[in-house]
């Protein structure tokens, strides 16, 4: 099974930049579908933002035009790059591929 492993999170301001990082076991994001999702304390584990191995790009409303999901096939790694980051986006994030585990996920605190 797939290990996947974020990092990247932190404190920040209100309208300050984030860029997490997602790395995997093995090669994996060349030929499926990787995707990153958060859940706030007393709330369900929303989809943010997915990128298919062709490169097309989804995401949720509340982040358009904020957060950009890319990958670099050589490192086996997908990136969430965070920015005019709001109070609202605090959670924890995770990745996600279909077949991987779910790993501990990355804190982002946003204060205004």
């Known amino acids: 099974q797939v290990q996947l492993v974020e990092s990247g999170g932190g404190l920040v301001q209100s309208g300050g930049s984030l860029r997490l990082s997602c790395a995997a076991s093995?090669?994996?994001?060349?030929?499926?579908?990787a995707e990153w999702y958060r859940q706030a304390p007393g709330k369900e584990r929303d989809l943010v933002a997915r990128?298919?191995?062709?490169?097309?790009?989804n995401y949720a409303g509340s982040v358009k035009g904020r957060f950009t999901i890319s990958t670099d096939n050589t490192k086996n790694t997908v990136y969430l790059q965070m920015n005019s980051l709001k109070p609202d986006d605090t959670a924890v994030y995770y990745c996600?591929?279909?077949?991987?585990?779910w790993g501990q996920g990355t804190q982002v605190t946003v204060f205004s």
């Open positions: 093995r090669s994996i994001f060349s030929s499926r579908v």
């Open positions: 990128i298919t191995p062709g490169g097309s790009r």
């Open positions: 996600y591929t279909w077949g991987a585990s």
